[in-house]
Nanobody, 116 residues
Framework: QVQLVESGGGLVEPGGSLRLSCAASGSAFSVNFMGWYRQAPGKEREMVARFTNDGRTIYADSLKGRFTISRDNDKNTLFLQMNSLKPEDTAVYLC??????????WGQGTQVTVSS
């Protein structure tokens, strides 16, 4: 099993920034892709940003320029830098990994609330 634990969420004012982290642990694995999703109440889970297996980054079109995905392979950690946050960014943010063996893992999520 692979465990993913997100952190860094919280309450932030509109226009503010947060940096989310996702620490991976457990069994060794090879990655097909890894990334961030989010889910707001009453809305479908949506892809925020992800790394492809060849290191390319993919972003939701509406988030380009505000969010940046990065990773520290030595520390098995994935990051999401979120800038210029808007109330509509309020959601539970989850990290996910798809292994080359076809296994999909999700973290429990971290709540991001953007409100004045």
């Amino acid at each position: 099993q692979v465990q993913l634990v997100e952190s860094g969420g919280g309450l932030v004012e509109p226009g503010g920034s947060l940096r989310l982290s996702c620490a991976a642990s457990g069994s060794a694995f090879s990655v097909n892709f890894m990334g961030w999703y989010r889910q707001a109440p009453g809305k479908e889970r949506e892809m925020v940003a992800r790394f492809t297996n060849d290191g390319r980054t993919i972003y939701a079109d509406s988030l380009k320029g505000r969010f940046t995905i990065s990773r520290d392979n030595d520390k098995n950690t994935l990051f999401l830098q979120m800038n210029s946050l808007k109330p509509e960014d309020t959601a539970v943010y989850l990290c996910t990994v798809l292994t080359t063996m076809g296994r999909r893992y999700w973290g429990q999520g971290t709540q991001v609330t953007v409100s004045s």
